[in-house]
């Protein structure tokens, strides 16, 4: 080979092995249709993920309850998973690590029971006896029912659960399929506005300042083999949440929640957006649901939470 063949064949080579390495990482990411994931809307709308190097694919999940199993079996990377359900998962032998938060509470919206206009209940304790429609029975507002009605005296197995869409509890109340929903911003003013429904009490006072509902999780497994795609995720969570702190960007933001929720943009118009995301996490945000779950016998030994999340 000529001297000049020679030297153009390396540099090929050279400039080929600098292609491959400039390559974005790919990241399948498994979400729900909530409010409090606006972090990665965020990312993936003002292009946080890319700049970071990542090549984000964004899967959304009808069921916030099917995403450990989704982790477990690879459809999914990284998923918006309910810490009490990643207790629950890991408790039945799952090795699920927490990447990352979302919002912390409080959180800057209404949350509780509506019931029917002119119903008898009128607060927490006048729901023994009647049928509670919830999202998801042994999810998130189910679970913050359940420690309320520990509390002030309410025997829990007298509330009949019924699984309710969020969508579709505006309907079950005027229909009286159900006496109450558990219902959370915006459907909460959505049905309260429709005239459907009116408050009855809320489950608030039993979540301390500091909790984190919903995390940013995956296998450890996939966490120890992927240091350099979970650092630059990590990275662009801190650059979403610090855009969406600025006050100027609000009309990016909630075009951003508009489309990734799928509620109307007049709605989402009035919502107020949250300013305190948990690009990274403290082990004391996990507490809260780490007492709940064992009080609820949904695990049976506490983790360690300094465990659970991944360095």
Excluded: C
């Excluded at 049905?191 to 940013?216: D, K, M």
């Amino acid at each position: 080979m000529k001297p000049r063949a020679a030297l153009l064949a390396v540099a090929l080579l050279l400039l080929g092995g600098s292609l491959a390495r400039a390559q974005p990482s790919r990241l399948a990411l498994l979400f729900t249709a909530a409010r409090t994931l606006i972090g990665s809307f965020v990312a993936y709308d003002e292009g946080f993920f890319s700049r970071r190097g990542l090549d984000v694919s964004m899967l959304l999940a009808a069921n916030p309850s099917t995403m450990p199993a989704a982790l477990l079996s690879g459809s999914a990377d990284v998923a918006a998973v309910q810490v009490a359900s990643l207790l629950a998962a890991n408790d039945g032998g799952l090795d699920l690590v927490v990447l990352g938060g979302t919002e912390i509470y409080p959180a800057p919206y209404r949350q509780g029971f509506l019931v029917p206009p002119g119903s008898a209940i009128k607060t927490p304790r006048d729901l023994a006896g009647h049928r509670l429609g919830v999202p998801g029975i042994g999810a998130t507002m189910d679970l913050l029912s359940r420690e309320l009605f520990s509390r002030i005296g309410v025997d829990d197995s007298s509330v009949i659960r019924v699984e309710v869409p969020m969508n579709q509890m505006a309907d079950a109340l005027r229909g009286g399929s159900v006496d109450a929903v558990a219902a959370v911003e915006p459907v909460y003013a959505r049905i309260i506005a429709s005239g459907a429904g009116v408050e009855a009490g809320t489950y608030e006072s039993v979540i301390p300042a500091g909790t984190v509902f919903t995390v940013y999780a995956s296998t450890r497994t996939w966490a120890d083999a992927h240091h350099a795609t979970l650092a630059a995720f990590r990275a662009a969570l801190a650059d979403a949440a610090a855009f969406i702190a600025v006050a100027g960007n609000d009309a990016a933001v909630r075009a951003s929640l508009a489309k990734w929720t799928r509620l109307p943009v007049n709605v989402v118009a009035t919502m107020k957006l949250p300013r305190n995301l948990a690009a990274t996490m403290p082990a004391s945000a996990l507490d809260f649901w780490i007492g709940l779950t064992a009080r609820q016998g949904l695990t049976a030994s506490p983790p360690d939470p300094s465990r659970l999340i991944y360095p």
